[in-house]
C-alpha cells in the first residue's frame, strides 16, 4: 500500500490517502488537547497506545456484530481504515455522572444513572460542539431521523459490548464519545478511536478521585502520571483479549 497525500489532520490523527480510493490510512499522534484546544501539550508514546487500544477494541467490536471502519494496523501507531463521510456529530453515552453532566445539572459526580444517556453534540469547533435536541439536528440536517435512530440503537449496544469488557479489564466505563461515518453505500460504521482520549475510565479497585482515574481528564486536571496510567490501560486489554483468545 503506497500512502499519497495527506487529507486531513486532527486534534488526535492525521489522515493519509492510499492507492485504494476506498482506504484511509489514520496515523495517530502523541499530541494531546483538551477544553476545545485551548489547553495542548503531547503524551508521549499516546499515539501508539491509543492505536493499539482502539485496533484490540474495534476488532472485538466486529465480532460482536459492530460494523467498524476498522481494516488493520500495518504499524504501531498507523491503522488502515475504510473511507467514510463522517456525520458532524460526536455522540456520548453516558453510565455515570461526571465531567459537563454533572456541571450543567447539579448532579454528584459519581452518580450511578438508571439507564445509560445518549446525547448529540454538533461536532463544531468554532460553536464549541453544543450539545443539540433531537429536533435541532434534523433542524441543521446533521443526520436524518432514521439514522439518528440507528445511531442511538448502536450507540447503546456498544456501551453495552465496552461495559463489560472493561470491567473484566477492572476498569468502570464512566462515558464515552463516539463517532460515525457513512460508508459509499450509506451504512453506519462507527469510525475515529477508542481510547482513554475518547473514554472516561476509572480504576475499579481504587477509590480516590484522583488516583483512580485511567484516562485523558489526568492531563485535562493535571493530575501527572498521564503516559502510565494510558500504559496500564493498554496492558490490562491486551491481557483480558489474550484470555479471551
Not at 56 to 70: A, D, P, R, S, V
Not at 92 to 109: D, H, K, M, P, Y
Not at 153 to 163: G, K, P, V
Request: aromatic fraction near 8%.
Amino acid at each position: 500500500m503506497s500512502v499519497h497525500s495527506k487529507l486531513y489532520e486532527g486534534k488526535a490523527k492525521i489522515l493519509y490517502t492510499t492507492d485504494d480510493p476506498q482506504v484511509l490510512l489514520a496515523d495517530f499522534k502523541d499530541d494531546a488537547t483538551a477544553f476545545n484546544a485551548q489547553k495542548r501539550g503531547s503524551i508521549v508514546g499516546k499515539g501508539k497506545i491509543n492505536c493499539s487500544i482502539s485496533t484490540q477494541l474495534f476488532k472485538q467490536l466486529e465480532e460482536y456484530g459492530i460494523k467498524t471502519h476498522f481494516i488493520d494496523s500495518p504499524s504501531q501507531n498507523q491503522m488502515r481504515v475504510k473511507s467514510v463521510k463522517i456525520l458532524p456529530l460526536e455522540v456520548v453515552v453516558r453510565n455515570i455522572a461526571a465531567g459537563s453532566l454533572c456541571q450543567q445539572t447539579g448532579l454528584a459526580v459519581g452518580t450511578v444513572l438508571q439507564q445509560p444517556l445518549v446525547e448529540f453534540y454538533y461536532k463544531n469547533d468554532q460553536l464549541g460542539d453544543p450539545l443539540l435536541t433531537r429536533d435541532r439536528l434534523l433542524l441543521l440536517k446533521l443526520a436524518t431521523a432514521e439514522q439518528v435512530d440507528a445511531i442511538t440503537n448502536l450507540a447503546l449496544q456498544i456501551n453495552e459490548f465496552l461495559s463489560g469488557f472493561w470491567q473484566q479489564c477492572s476498569i468502570t466505563l464512566v462515558d464515552f464519545k463516539l463517532e460515525f461515518g457513512l460508508d459509499s453505500k450509506q451504512q453506519i460504521l462507527l469510525a475515529d478511536e477508542i481510547s482513554p482520549d475518547t473514554c472516561r475510565l476509572w480504576d475499579s479497585a481504587e477509590a480516590d478521585p484522583n488516583r483512580r482515574v485511567m484516562d485523558k481528564d489526568r492531563f485535562r486536571r493535571d493530575l501527572g502520571n498521564v503516559e502510565d496510567a494510558y500504559q496500564e490501560v493498554l496492558q490490562r486489554v491486551l491481557q483480558v483479549v489474550e484470555i479471551k483468545n
